[in-house]
Every structure is written in C-alpha cells, then in structure tokens.
C-alpha cells in the first residue's frame, strides 16, 4: 500500500482524532523497569503541504489527565517538582520543520516542546507513517507512530534524579482526520 | 597460604554454599508492574491499552539460576484512555472481561544470561484459553530500594501473542491484526 491514499494539491489542514492521539512517556525506574505515563487525548491540528514538502503542526498536550495505572503516583507526577499541572496544565508542541521520504509520507517532525513553561528544542522520528481512506468516517486520515527523547532536567522536573532516569523517551500515536 | 586466608576462603566457599540453596520469594509491587498491550490500528498508529491491577508472587534463585512465577491480571482494570474503546475491548465480543476476570502468567522456566534474567517460558491463560508464550527480557535488574530497604528486582518484558489462539478474533475481517505485542514492566520486592 502506498504511503498516501491520493495525492492533494495545495496545504491541507486535519483534526487530530482525539480516540488515536496519546503521548505516552518511558522512563527508567532504578535502571531496572520502565515507568509509563499516558498523557491525553491531544488536541491540535496538523497543516501538510506535500507539492511544497513543508508542515505545520500545533499540539496541547493536557498533562492534567496524566495517567500512570497508579493514583498515587499520579498525584506524585503532578506535583511541583514534576510536571507542575496547577500552574502549567498544558504542554505544547509547535513544529514547522517536516521531513519527507520518497514516497511522500512525513519522516521526522522538528520544533519547540514547551513543559513547566519552559521551551526546548524537539525532534520526533517517525516509526510508522500512512494515510487511508477510512470507511467509517469517510474522510482521508494520516498517522502514525513517532518518537523523541527529551532530558527532563532541562524542564526543571527533577524529583527522582538520578534514581527515575533523565531521559524521557516519548511515544506518540497520532492519527488526524481530512476536512 | 596464612591460616587468616584459609579462614578467609573457607567463609567465602561457605558464603556461596548457602547462597547457592537461597531461593527467595518476591512480591509484585503492583504500581510498577503494569502489562500493556499494542496493536496495529489500520495500518496507521498503534492502539495501546494498560491492564493497572496486577499481583502475583515470582520465586528467584539467583545462585541455582531457576526462578518462577505465578501473576494474575485483573482484565477488568484495562485503560485505555479512551471510555468507548474501554468498554469494547472489555465486552463479550473481545475479552469478555465479565466471564474471563483474570488472565494468568504461570512459569517455572527462567532463562538467565549471566546473573540476569533472560527469558521466562510459561503459559499465558487469557480469555479462558492456555497457550505457552515466552516473555524476552529487554532489561532486568535487582537493587536495594532505599524506601521499602528490601531487595527489588524486575525488568521489562515483552512478547507477541496471537490473539485468534486465545479465541479472540474480532474484528480479524476488517483487518484488524492477528499479532498483539505485549509489554510488560516488572518490579517485585523480597519476602
């Protein structure tokens, strides 16, 4: 199958799907198991132009709705040291720097990550990219599998260093849906 | 060699014999221990769900290298982040979580790579059904946890299933895939 249902002249703008849009983080506990974190649905919208090879993408990442599997270590994210949800509800992601393969499907998207209000340069790798005509909705929807990997020290989310690792690695579903 | 050494020596061999018939019993601390699944979504993204109750009791000799374990996961506590997704997943059309409350890891096979676990062979009970499944370790490790103080040791594991053997086939027509990756965090404290 190819990586695009049919070729689109000219920008086109598509909703995130809130039902296929997480983040999810990993981060070593101990040097011994992964800790995982869901963060979502994410909301935003994604502006492909393929005939120019350029994107934009625009994401609120709620961090409120942080979902652990454990209510105390929830509430533990969520503090001050953390991910400071009080002050900082919202997490962003703005990138306007696409990368495409040969076959037109996105390949790395590069931008600014803002957490705790702080702004540091992002880059996310594609795992898996396609875009389908879907029969249920009708409409052309574009995802996929991407990832990244971010020092939370550089936030300022740093209860739990050097036991709970630095580096975050992020693991973003996202499908969006075609006007 | 002085008398000291051979002293010495003597309570090494002595430290390592007895070390050697320690098999020590660890419980699952069950807010580090979560089984995920992922499957394809259309060829598109991956679909994830998180199972937050699992308990369980894992045996580990570190010396003898065997180990066991016998886990249960609450099929009821899946989450997914999305309510509707949830409640399909957990109906009579796919897990069947009302009749089928637990699945069940039971393994008495522990593959160790030096004085780490490798891989555990055992059978995965999910949807009422038993089929062997062998779980790869992509880390494991023991430490002394400063909180609890007690030995904690865990890894992450991971595996794929294929779901149709489980009785499982919804959606298998419309393409959904057969083939679901496991991954699976661990941690468990010394008893």
Known sequence: MPALAQPVPGPVTYQLDPNHTFVTFEVMHFVTS??????????????????AKAGD????????????????????????????????????????????????????????????????????????????QDAMLKRQVCGGDFDGVLKRSRFGATLGLPFVGDDVHLVVQVEAIAP | MTKFSLLAVAAALGFAASA?????????????????????????????GR??????????????????????????????GTAAFTKHI??????????NPTAKLVATKFVFNGDKV???????????????????????????????????????????????????????NYGFPDNVHLVIQVEAVKQ
């Open chain 1, 57 to 132: 993408l625009r994401l609120s990442i709620p961090v409120t709705t942080v979902s652990s599997g454990s209510r105390m270590l929830d509430a533990r994210l969520k503090e001050p040291d953390l991910l400071a949800t009080s002050e900082y509800p919202e997490a962003y992601f703005v990138a306007t720097r696409f990368q495409f393969d040969a076959s037109g499907g996105v390949k790395e998207v590069r931008g600014e990550f803002t957490l705790r209000g702080v702004s540091e340069p992002l880059s996310l790798q594609a795992r898996s990219f396609a875009c389908r």
């Open chain 1, 34 to 51: 992964t800790l995982r974190g869901r963060i979502g649905p994410v909301n935003g919208e994604v502006t492909i132009d393929r005939a």
């Open chain 2, 118 to 172: 490798a891989e555990i062979d055992g059978n995965l009970t999910l949807n009422g059904k038993t089929n062997p499944v062998v779980l790869k370790a992509q880390n494991f490790n023991c430490y002394m946890n400063p909180m609890v103080k007690r030995e904690v040791c865990g890894g992450d594991f991971d595996a794929t299933i294929v779901r149709s053997q489980y009785g499982v086939s919804y959606g298998l």
């Open chain 2, 51 to 80: 199972f937050n109750k699992t308990s369980g009791t894992v045996t580990l000799d570190k010396a003898a290298k065997t180990g066991a374990l016998d886990v249960t996961v609450d099929t009821t506590s899946l989450d997914t």
């Open chain 2, 90 to 99: 957990s109906s009579e059309e796919i897990l069947n979580v009302a009749a």
């Open chain 2, 20 to 48: 050697h018939a320690e098999s020590a019993t660890y419980a699952i601390e069950p807010s580090h221990s979560f089984a995920t699944f992922e499957i394809g979504h259309f060829g598109t993204s991956t679909n994830r």
